[in-house]
């Protein structure tokens, strides 16, 4: 079997210590061949200029990098100005989001969903950029009910979105289905799975508490009578994310987009085992 195109997600590191981890995870990293690195970008644009600076960093290695970009409490003169930030910087990409505001304040700026600013940078910018939008096959847990989410996506769609790169989940059924939906609507951009190495309980458990991603029962109990075992917890972890993935190939996905928490390992081992 062929091996899929992957992507890689990273966070701006906050201290100098971390910036230099990152710098060796994604050397490592780079082994994989990425297609392209993301870097999120804080509640509210909170890590905007770290978030360009990795940006920067990795475009440098020869990687192709693609910043976040999310538009809850911005204005459109605010838009422009990063767009133009990214333009000059040469970024080719970006992943289109709505975001979330820092706790504490209201709703606030000139956008309102996703679809806005995907339309806005089209008006903007035409084709310049590829843009990237978030999917969620177990439905955005803000969404009114899964066909108002499945529609907020092809809204996305319908305002010039190239491509989606999923919440991740560990229930393949749940993305099969997202994807069958879309493709019975004849929406036909590629939906990329987004893949979530387990290597801490813990941090798993308040993760997908935070963002609605589903762990499944079995999953969790399993995780929860290894303790604080962490040699076992990785080593479970690798077999069912690297079945998981096992499935969305033989299924036809066409990508995987892994978020890495700025570690090499588990994602590493996982492509090892795929045959990347």
């Given at each position: ?16 210590e971390g910036a230099e ?139 010039g979105a190239d491509s ?31 893949i979530m190495p387990i ?78």
């Open positions: 079997m062929s091996t899929l195109p992957v992507s890689l997600e990273f966070f701006p590191p906050k201290t100098e981890k990152l710098r060796g995870a994604r050397q490592k990293l780079y082994a994989l061949k990425p297609e392209f690195c993301s870097v999120t970008f804080g509640a509210g644009g909170s890590t905007q200029e770290g978030t360009l600076a990795s940006v920067r960093e990795i475009m440098a290695e020869g990687v192709s990098a693609a910043p976040h970009l999310s538009c809850i409490g911005q204005t459109r003169d605010s838009i422009r100005e990063r767009l133009v930030a990214y333009s000059t910087a040469g970024v080719k990409r970006i992943v289109t989001l709505r975001g979330d505001l820092p706790s504490g304040y209201g709703l606030g700026g000139e956008f309102r969903y996703a679809s806005d600013l995907v339309a806005f940078i089209r008006a903007e910018t035409g084709r310049q950029f590829t843009l990237e939008v978030a999917a969620y096959p177990e439905v955005h847990p803000q969404a009114r009910s899964p066909q108002a989410d499945l529609e907020a996506f092809i809204a996305k769609v319908e305002a989606g790169i999923t919440q991740y989940f560990f229930n393949a059924d749940s993305y099969l289905r997202f994807v069958d939906e879309l493709r019975k609507r004849n929406v036909q951009v590629p939906v990329v799975p987004g290597t801490s309980s813990t941090q798993l458990m308040r993760f997908s508490d935070a963002c609605g991603a589903e762990i499944p029962r079995w999953i969790r109990l399993r995780l929860q009578g290894f303790g604080d075992d962490s040699a076992s917890i990785k080593s479970f972890g690798l077999d069912v994310v690297t079945a998981l993935c096992e499935r969305l190939r033989a299924e036809g996905a066409p990508g995987l987009h892994f978020y890495t928490m700025n570690q090499a390992q588990a994602t590493l081992e996982i492509c090892r085992r795929l045959g990347a």
